[in-house]
């Protein structure tokens, strides 16, 4: 049977009462937005700190509107430096980047957690999430991290709804994942090629763009935008200011997608047995 919106926000709300005082881990996305903003109508602002990562692999446009929703909310947020690319295993770019970076992460938050007399720390993993190739949902388990979305059985388009009844700001932004989750898998992550794809995704976005990515293929960079946005790249004389830039932040070749946006294009190219692995 499948259970009503309402309940599984009531559910949502008991796992958070049980829980008593959390850090959450904030992204400023439509999940943790969400999730910060019930943890702290649930349990007080007092009892709630929300901790955000500034690393290089992060899109710098979500920063300043991730810190203004959090005023709105009423949360405390500490922004920490994740310090990926120190770690030579998120570098190699491997099937199981994620899992590293994650493992990362969520260890400096358990210690901020424990240094301010935080119970648990809390991610923003929805119920869609766990069927997903997500190996950062391996590293969140490992390390008994919990995420009540997921547990109360919330998905994407259930948290898009009630975020819309709670009016937060983040209702219907579309997903911004790590930069890092651009560069094709084997090919080095650098800082040089995450500010390649943060300064080509900000560029492409004064074109109205809304949901789309840039894949950085070394020397190529691959375009995804839905099909109904075609015409936003292509029209002159957008198309040749956007080969313009994209060769001046050093491609040598400029492409368009013909299938189109999709989320993970890149696990695309992954075998059965690459995603057993980082799974």
Do not use: W
């Not at 189109?260 to 890149?266: A, E």
Request: hydrophobic fraction near 35%.
């Amino acid at each position: 049977m499948i259970e009503s919106l309402e309940k599984k926000y009531d559910k949502l709300q008991q796992i958070l009462k049980d829980l008593c005082s959390v850090l959450v881990a904030y992204s400023g996305g439509v999940d943790s937005t969400f999730l910060l903003k019930v943890t702290v109508d649930t349990l007080g602002a007092e009892k709630v700190l929300a901790c955000i990562s500034a690393g290089a692999a992060e899109p710098t446009h979500q920063l300043a509107r991730a810190k203004e929703t959090t005023k709105q909310i009423g949360a405390e947020l500490q922004v920490v430096d994740s310090d990926e690319l120190n770690d030579p295993r998120f570098i190699a770019n491997k099937a199981d980047r994620c899992f590293h970076c994650k493992s990362h992460i969520c260890q400096t938050l358990l210690d901020i957690a424990k240094d301010k007399g935080l119970n648990h720390v809390i991610f923003g993993t929805n119920f869609d999430d766990l069927d997903d190739f997500r190996p950062g949902n391996r590293a969140i388990k490992a390390f008994g991290i919990r995420s009540p979305l997921a547990e109360a059985k919330l998905t994407k388009d259930d948290i898009r709804r009630l975020s819309r009844q709670l009016n937060l700001p983040t209702a219907d932004i579309p997903s911004s994942p790590c930069l890092a989750s651009r560069i094709t898998y084997g090919l080095e992550v650098t800082e040089q090629r995450l500010k390649q794809i943060d300064e080509a995704e900000n560029f492409l976005r004064t074109f109205g763009l809304v949901e789309f990515r840039l894949r950085h293929h070394d020397t190529i960079a691959r375009i995804e935008v839905h099909p109904k946005d075609f015409d936003k790249v292509m029209t002159e004389p957008a198309r040749l200011q956007i080969i313009e830039k994209l060769k001046s932040l050093g491609f040598k070749y400029v492409t368009l997608d013909l299938q189109g946006f999709r989320s993970g294009s890149l696990n695309e190219a992954l075998s059965d047995s690459q995603k057993k692995k980082s799974i």
